[in-house]
Structures are given as structure tokens and as C-alpha cells.
């Protein structure tokens, strides 16, 4: 069993259930790196307007208005290409490339087919379907809101692939800390008996689709879990008849007055976003990309809300801990929950061997009595 953890919290940070939106920005940025184009510059566009395309999907532009340069754009992952598309505000639509769908007389192989080209999730030999709605950022509810703004669609699409696939058990995930979504549920899951809520312990990490399968004892093989981003965008196609625009993210952290859940349009430029939403406590804080343990100081710059970026967080900033000697207490060890060694993330040969089971949950870090920081080393540096 792997072992999990609950990590010590400031109980004074939280996030309102107020939602705010970001869905009018003046300019959004389209990463594309190794797609092909389909537009120039000086084009109009609409919202829905095929902008890119790869080997298995086209990438939509999610405003109306011109395009007007192709520049690098900083994402959480890394330095990319992108097209510069200034809004026009007239929210043109391009029709819709995908004829609208129906649940009810949709037949099982038009639906798998869909669901494996647009959103990559194969239901081939699966019987049990799993929603997970745990955030695994202590300070974000990214996750847990997508299902709280939209619970009643979600059952409903749910209780359709429970009867189109005939799987054998729908499982909702959620922290016993999503206590409003708790409520919700329970009032409504009387008329979905196919559907089970399951209400896990607050431990780090529950929210890694791997490590929570492992953790409800459930085979790999035979089950599928659908993180609630992806229902979200499931969801908006299937019901709504509507292109990918907006997602929502967390910004949240001890360094802001008002942590907030954003509904924010695709490819918003975060510098912006935060001038007009956000009220700091403090000139001097940091921006970290991602989860408090393992995501990365950014400079907000020329920084972008793409597709993987589920929160940002602003955290006033501390007087550096340098590094200490190991005192060998082996702690690094024992809180790996994929049992790698990190002592041994020095030796190049093991760290290879590693980097793709290495979960990068920052755990190791963590722990560590003499602040070694463990991130650096799997990023490339030698000498633990
Ligand atoms: S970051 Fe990698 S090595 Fe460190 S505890 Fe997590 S999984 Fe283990
Ligand atoms: S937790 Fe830190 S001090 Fe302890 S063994 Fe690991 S690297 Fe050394």
C-alpha cells in the first residue's frame, strides 16, 4: 500500500466560492508548437475557427477577432510558440464541426469513438467508471469546483455512459474536506443509484489518478477515471453543443487578500488577469505554477492560463533555507510513495531509471530535515 500523507495546512487560507470571471481579455496567446497552421496573419476569426492542427485533433480559437503574430509565450510547461489573436469582443461563432449529439439515441460505437478521438479516454473492457474530484494542491479547488458549478449535468451524463457502456459502478472520489459538494450530492444521488459517493481521508496525492486507484484497491485494467476537467469539456460538447473556451483555475496562497476559483478564457494572459481580479497583501510575494511541493516560480510576464495550468499560487516570500549536510535519517526514503530512493537521484544512470515513475509530488523535499531540494536534482543537477 502506498504510503499517504496529510500535510500541514494554513488554516487561514480560503478560497471563496464566489467565482469570478476572466472571459473578455483583449488578447489570448494559441500554444502550438509542432502543429500545422491553418491561418495567417491579419485573419479574422471566430470563436471555433480551426487555428492548428496535430496528428489526432484541431485546436480551435476560443474568442473572435484578428490574428496578429506568432511570439513565444511562457506556459507551466515551459517556453512555446504561440499565435497572438486580439479580441474584437463580438463573440462570432464559427457552426459547430460536430453535429449535435444526442444521449439518448446515440449507439455505444459512435460514443466510444467520439470519446477515444476528441478526449483520448478508451471505455474498451471497462466496467467501472471513476470521477475524480480531489484537488491535490492543498491551497486549490480547482477540481472539486468543476463538479460543484456543474453537478447536475455531470449525474446525468454519468448515469447515460453507466447505461450506453453498461459498466457495473460509477464511483464519485471527493476529500472529506469538500463539504458543499458532499451536500449537494447527497441530495440528488437518491435518483441516481448507479452512482456511489465515496468520501476519502484529506492525504496528499489521492488526487494522482494512479495513486488513487491504488488506494480504493481498484485494478487498473478493468476501470477508467475521468478527472473533472475532462467531464467538464465532455460535458460542454455533448449537452451544451459548445467549442472548449474557458476553464476554471484556483489562485490562492497567503501573499493575496482574496483567493479566489476564476472562470478564465482559454489563453488569457495571467499578468493581466491578476491586475484586474487580484488584490496582493504584500508587494513581496512569489507566483508558483502548480502545487505548492512541486510547482515552479514563475515570473508572471509574458506567463499564459493554458489547458494545464490548474492554479497559481501567491505566497509571500520567505528568507531562502539553505541547504544542510544529510544526516542520513532516511525520511526522503520512507515518504517516496513509488519507493524510489531519492539519495540516489545524484547517479545519473539510477536517475534515469526513475524519471518516469517519479511522481515529481515533492514529498521528498518536503520532509527533508536539511532543506535539500530534491525538484532541482531530478531536473537535471548531479550531487545529492
Ligand atoms: S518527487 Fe519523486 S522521488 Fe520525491 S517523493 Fe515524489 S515520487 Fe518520490
Ligand atoms: S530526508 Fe534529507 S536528511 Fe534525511 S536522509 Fe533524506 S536527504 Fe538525508
Redesign the pocket.
Known sequence: MTKLIELEQDETIKVSSNVLKYLKPNVIYVPFNDAKALVNINEIVDIGTPLFKTSSLIITSPISGKTKSFKPISTINGQKYALEILNDFEERKRLEPIKKISLNNIKKEALEKLLYTQFNLDFKDKNILILNAIDDNIYANTSSFYLLLNYEGFLEILDKFFKIFTLDKIIICLKETSSENINKLMECLGMYPNIELRILPNLYLLGTNSILLKYLNIPMSNSLVLKTNTLYDIYNLIKRNRQKTDKLITISGNGLKNPSIIQVKIGSPLKNLITDLIELKDPDVEYIAGNLL?GKVIDINNFIVDEALDSILIMKKKSPTSEKACIHCGQ?LN????N?N?LL?SNAKYKNQ?KDI????????YICPAYIN?NKY?EGEQNV
Request: a positive charge; hydrophobic letters at 45%; one cysteine or more.
Open positions: 512541486s526522503c515518504i517516496c510513495p513509488v524510489i531519492p537521484l526513475v517519479c511522481l515529481k509530488c515533492g514529498l521528498c523535499s530534491f531530478l
